[in-house]
Every structure is written in C-alpha cells, then in structure tokens.
T-cell receptor, first 113, second 112 residues
Framework: GEQVEQRPPHLSVREGDSAVITCTYT??????FFWYKQEPGASLQLLMK?????EINEGQGFTVLLNKKDKRLSLNLTAAHPGDSAAYFC????????????FGAGTRLKVIA | GGIITQTPKFLIGQEGQKLTLKCQQN?????MYWYRQDSGKGLRLIYY???????QKGDLSEGYDASREKKSSFSLTVTSAQKNEMAVFLC???????????FGPGTRLTVL
C-alpha cells in the first residue's frame, strides 16, 4: 500500500526566511494531495490542496509543488513569520474508490522572531 | 460552512474501562473518520464510514469499535482502555472519497 515519508521532522528558521517541507510517496496512482496545519493544542486545518492534474498551488504565503515523476510533494514557505509556527502534515489519496488518506508523520516548524 | 463537534473534549478513564467518544458533523458529508494521534506523531486511521450504515476498519482498529448511528454522527468505543493508548482522537468528515477532510477539535484521552 501507499507509504508517505515526510522530511524534516523538525525545522527551525528565522523570521523572514524560507522553509521547505517535503513528502515522498510510493503509489503512482496517487491523485489528491493535501497539506494540513496543526497549531499547538488545536486540530488540523486544511492549508492547501493540489491535484495530480494541476501540480502547483499558491496562497497564504505558501506554494505547493507536485513532482509526479519523482513522486514528491513539497510545501514552500517564502517568508516565515512566528504565526507559521505549527506542525504541518501532508496527506495523500488515490484517485477514486479510495476513501483513505495516508498521512506523513509531520514536520514541527518553529519560526524564531 | 459547517462544523464538527466532538464530545467530550477530555476523557479520563480507568484501565480496562469501556469508553465512548462521539462526533457530530453538520456538513452533510457522507464519509466520516476516526484517527488517533499520539503525542508528537502523525495520524493513524482507526475506523471510517463511507456512508450511513457502512463501517470500515482502518490500520489501528484492534481494541476499538465504531458505530455510524446516522449520517451526521459517528461514535468510537475503546473496548478496554489501556495506559499506552493515551492520545488525542480526531474525527473527520469529507464529502466524497479523495476530497479534503475536515477535522473536529479532538478528544484527549487519559487512562489512569
């Protein structure tokens, strides 16, 4: 079955710096890709999504890139601020008939002012 | 918009006790999920329900039961609480398989 590896597990950057979180997956039939943000003590909030047909999405200071050839999904933060400090999780799902996500283990991002 | 509510927010039980967690959603979503999140870790799927009256086991179903009472509600039962399963239990729902899931605030379980 699908396996998702997320890197790095912890990331510390200074305010204004960029940050990149990457997930690699194994199932070439994966189609739906999501990034969730979890602030301390809170639940998961959908941050961004990208489908296999689109490969890129931007918003809220983030860019999501999908490299289907390498089976790699990345979340790029262009200018971090302390409010971005949280755990980030990628989630991958196949095209149809599959109701299950496979989540990455998460990246704990700390933005230092 | 909609909302997912989970009750209780905090649940304290004794080892060996049977405990029930409840989830309600008003998105009118067909599919609902229960996940377990251990401290500092990712999410593991316990049970999911594709539609009302459906029940599917996830990767972590042993030691748990689930019930989809109606379209809007999905309950999870810990059949015999163990100290090593102290975690946050998250409920989620989605309109269809493959689409984004929306999460509830979670129930934090402590086993004494």
């Amino acid at each position: 079955g699908e396996q998702v590896e997320q890197r790095p597990p912890h990331l510390s950057v200074r305010e204004g710096d960029s940050a990149v979180i990457t997930c690699t997956y194994t199932d070439p039939n994966s189609y739906y890709f999501f990034w969730y943000k979890q602030e301390p003590g809170a639940s998961l909030q959908l941050l961004m999504k990208v489908f296999s047909s689109t490969e890129i999405n931007e918003g809220q200071g983030f860019t999501v890139l999908l490299n289907k050839k390498d089976k790699r999904l990345s979340l790029n933060l262009t200018a971090a601020h302390p409010g971005d400090s949280a755990a980030y999780f990628c989630a991958v799902s196949a095209y149809t008939g599959n109701y299950k996500y496979v989540f990455g283990a998460g990246t704990r991002l700390k933005v230092i002012a | 918009g909609g909302i997912i509510t989970q009750t209780p927010k905090f649940l304290i039980g004794q080892e060996g006790q049977k405990l029930t967690l409840k989830c309600q959603q008003n998105f009118n979503h067909d599919t609902m999920y229960w996940y377990r999140q251990d401290s500092g870790k990712g999410l593991r799927l316990i049970y999911y329900s594709i539609t009302e009256n459906d029940l599917q086991k996830g990767d972590l179903s042993e030691g748990y039961d689930a019930s989809r009472e109606k379209k809007s509600s999905f309950s999870l039962t810990v059949t015999s609480a163990q100290k090593n399963e102290m975690a946050v239990f998250l409920c989620a729902s989605s309109i269809l398989g493959g689409h984004e899931q929306y999460f509830g605030p979670g129930t934090r379980l402590t086993v004494l």
